[in-house]
């Protein structure tokens, strides 16, 4: 089976307002068989921190360091959580539609 190119992608950015207090992605949509890319921003100082949940993301692993890419397979980016070593760091996210 293929799936096919996709006609589009969503862009966007989440940052955490306060370090140590992981935040939810947006909800967005992912098309079955695709992947969302998510890059933690250049600007970054520190790293930041991918979990399924709150507490995953506040345990501090996996980390990224600036421009490192994560790709996850979900069904919304929603179900993905991020914390920061740093207020107002964050990632940059993009998904195909």
Do not use: C
């Amino acid at each position: 089976m293929t799936w096919g190119n996709r006609s589009s992608i969503t862009t966007g950015d989440k940052t955490v307002a306060s370090a140590g207090t992981a935040e939810q992605m947006p909800d967005v949509k992912v098309p079955e068989g695709f992947g969302a890319a998510i890059t933690a921003k250049h600007g970054n100082a520190g790293r930041v921190y991918i979990g399924g949940t709150k507490a995953e993301a506040e345990a501090h692993h996996p980390g990224l360091g600036p421009d490192d890419v994560f790709h996850e397979y979900v069904t919304n980016l929603n179900a993905i959580w991020v914390d920061a070593d740093n207020d107002g760091e964050g990632v940059d996210y993009e998904v195909p539609q």
